[in-house]
């Protein structure tokens, strides 16, 4: 099993009350529910899906077939848990996405901070080139992870529930601690890869067309919190939307 899912599978329900609890998870979600759009009648699958989260939104948002992926074998307990509990049709699957088969032809495939646990360059083109190969022709990748473009010496994320710890600089990625700010906090380590590496890994993979999509903040969140909380966000976001075009 690689890091990623040796670490989620000791974070388990630890992360659950993070996503809970964060106003980071909730400009997330906001911003992925922008970008994935319209999907009635769609075919997704939900890669990185831990517990289930997204792939539960994902259908709850109308998609016909929802696949939840994920490495780690407790992530995957948990959202069975759910899905037992609560049901939705969900289908939930371990796998490597570095060694992902193709499982069917997807219209959509989400990827909620898959990258930043790739390896090495060549195991993010993997993990790239396997989504191309499950994607229906003209279907589209909405991807979640770390900004290339933060900066730890601007102000940190801890009003948001994640605290950045440290950063050391690797051939083309940053390797960084951090820790969600659950009761006690819940340690986790992750890479911030370089911008040009991810749109190399995009060419290559063959997606014909990608873009890159700032957070956002829901109007509602804005008027909650005020303008005055979000300013760090907006600053030093440490996510960033991706959305590739087959």
Same mark, same amino acid.
């Given at each position: 099993m690689t890091t990623s899912g040796a670490q989620y599978d000791q974070i388990g329900v630890k992360y659950d009350e993070y996503a809970r609890t964060a106003t980071l998870k909730r400009a997330e979600c906001y911003s992925i529910l922008k970008l994935v759009g319209m999907l009635d009648g769609k075919r997704v699958m939900d890669l990185a899906c831990g517990f289930g989260f997204y792939s539960r939104v /994902?259908?709850?948002q109308g998609a016909a077939q929802v696949v939840g992926v994920d490495i780690s074998p407790e992530m995957i307990r948990l959202a069975c848990q759910q899905e037992q509990a609560q049901p939705l049709d969900i289908d939930y699957q371990i796998w490597d996405?570095?060694?992902? *088969? !193709?499982?069917?032809?997807?219209?959509?495939?989400?990827?909620i901070y898959l990258f930043?646990? =790739? =390896?090495?360059? =060549?195991?993010?083109?993997a993990m790239f080139q396997n989504i191309y190969n499950n994607l229906a022709r003209n279907g589209r990748f909405v991807a979640? /992870? *770390?900004?290339?473009?933060?900066?730890?010496?601007?102000?940190?994320?801890? *009003? !948001?529930?994640?605290? @950045? /710890?440290?950063e050391h600089p690797e051939t083309d990625r940053y390797a960084c601690e951090a820790e969600f700010l659950t009761d006690p906090p819940t340690a986790f380590n992750y890479y911030r890869w370089n911008q040009s590496t991810y749109e190399w890994a995009i060419r290559e993979s063959g997606f014909?067309?990608?873009?890159? !999509?700032?957070?956002? @903040?829901?109007p509602d969140d804005l008027r909650r919190y005020g303008?005055?909380?979000?300013?760090?966000?907006?600053?030093?976001?440490?996510?960033?939307? /991706?959305?590739?075009q087959k």
């Open positions: /994902l259908k709850q996405a570095a060694d992902l *088969p !193709y499982l069917d032809t997807f219209d959509l495939i989400t990827a930043n646990y =790739a =390896a090495s360059k =060549a195991e993010m083109l979640y /992870l *770390p900004n290339p473009a933060f900066t730890l010496s601007k102000p940190n994320c801890t *009003p !948001y529930g994640v605290t @950045v /710890l440290s014909r067309d990608f873009a890159w !999509y700032p957070t956002e @903040v829901s303008q005055a909380y979000w300013r760090d966000f907006y600053d030093n976001c440490l996510i960033i939307g /991706l959305v590739c």
